[in-house]
């Protein structure tokens, strides 16, 4: 079975800082990992995506996030946090013909100004 | 970019009624979804379907049915809601392939209470 722990519920950071949020994922063969953002009332946004290859990936509004097969890690990272990055952030694992997209509980990020 | 609307943002109904949430997509995916939401339970997914008039359990479809009839029209029906139905209820789409049927585009999401 397929699963994500995100282990931080809630994390704060001030404005301006490095960012790093944890996933670790449980799958039994080459996984697609995802990274969803999602503000306040609104859907989930793709931040990026691991398919295959470079295991450092680059998304949209500066995040990055790095596949480590030897810890079934996919974190997310940010050198410099804006206060519009506050939002909940969503790590996803699926793979092969399964359709499933299994999600993590999501990490809520606070920004101090 | 790829488009998926959800036909309300917010939904009031009584426990009981029949409620029908409508997902459009403009990007000609195969594949559709319907999730809910709820504080410290994430999403868990209800239906998905493949192709028009094809359908999937999830992982809690009791007390849900979904249509679709047409390819970019994927439909969600609550047939007697229930005040426990009460929650965001999101749509995604995905083009078919592997990986591809994995990188999900959501709606905006519809709030529903159930009073």
């Known amino acids: 079975a397929q699963s994500v722990t995100q282990p931080d519920i809630h994390i704060t950071v001030s404005e301006g800082a490095s960012l790093e949020l944890r996933c670790n994922y449980s799958?039994?063969?080459?996984?697609?990992l995802f990274w969803y953002v999602q503000s306040p009332g609104q859907g989930l946004q793709l931040l990026l995506k691991?398919?295959?290859?470079?295991?450092l990936v680059q998304g949209i509004k500066g995040f990055e996030a790095e596949f480590k097969r030897s810890q079934s890690s996919f974190n997310l990272r940010k050198p410099s946090v804006h206060w519009s990055d506050a939002a909940e952030y969503f790590c996803?694992?699926?793979?092969?013909?399964?359709?499933?997209?299994?999600f993590g509980k999501g990490t809520l990020l606070t920004v101090n100004p | 970019d790829v488009k998926v609307t959800q036909s309300s943002r917010y939904l009031v109904k009584r426990t009981g009624e029949k409620v029908f949430l409508e997902c459009v997509q403009d990007?000609?995916?195969?594949?559709m979804f319907w999730y809910r939401q709820d504080p410290g339970l994430g999403l868990r997914l209800i239906y998905f379907?493949?192709?028009?008039?094809?359908?999937e359990k999830g992982d809690i479809p009791e007390g849900y049915s979904v249509s679709r009839e047409k390819k970019e029209r994927f439909s969600l029906i609550l047939e007697s809601a229930s005040t426990n139905q009460t929650s965001m209820y999101l749509c995604?789409?995905?083009?078919?392939?592997?990986?591809?049927?994995?990188?999900?585009?959501f709606g905006p999401g519809t709030r529903l209470t159930v009073l």
């Open positions: 995604a789409s995905s083009s078919p392939g592997s990986g591809r049927r994995n990188e999900q585009f």
């Open positions: 799958y039994g063969a080459t996984p697609y």
């Open positions: 691991y398919f295959s290859g470079d295991t």
């Open positions: 996803a694992v699926g793979g092969g013909s399964n359709y499933k997209l299994t």
């Open positions: 990007m000609d995916h195969e594949n």
């Open positions: 379907s493949y192709d028009v008039k094809m359908k």
